[in-house]
């Protein structure tokens, strides 16, 4: 499986940045897309998550409501649109594979259940 996160950028506190994941090499039939972050000197966190079966969406509480997780028809790309961003969005953000996934959206949010993982796109929102 390989993961190719971009877009992330520098933007201003209340602007917007949409995040791809370029996802191939799928090893299951249902599985889950997942969004992390990591800020500097902080743990990772999940920020939201898709699945494959049915576009069941997740996400963290200190993102709901301003990020939007989607995919394309192909399934083959994940995206993140992050709105009113502020500051303490600043990290560098990680898309992840959930190898069979099946519909306990709170597993979502493990770290331990994604596989694969991509290489990071930097978000910095400035005040």
């Known amino acids: 499986v390989q993961l190719q996160a971009s877009g992330g950028g520098l933007v201003q506190a209340g602007g917007s940045l949409r995040l791809s994941c370029a996802a191939s090499g799928f090893t299951s039939v249902y599985y889950a897309i997942g969004w992390f972050r990591q800020a500097p000197g902080r743990e990772r966190e999940w920020v939201s998550g898709?699945?494959?079966?049915?576009?069941?969406?997740a996400y963290a509480e200190s993102v709901r409501g301003r990020f939007t997780i989607s995919r394309d028809n192909a399934k083959t790309t994940v995206y993140l649109q992050m709105n009113n961003l502020k500051p303490e969005d600043t990290a560098v953000y990680y898309c992840a594979y959930y190898e069979n996934f099946d519909r306990e959206l709170v597993l979502l949010a493990s770290q331990y259940k994604y596989a694969y993982w991509g290489q990071g796109t930097q978000v910095t929102v400035s005040s």
């Open positions: 898709i699945s494959s079966r049915d576009g069941t969406t």
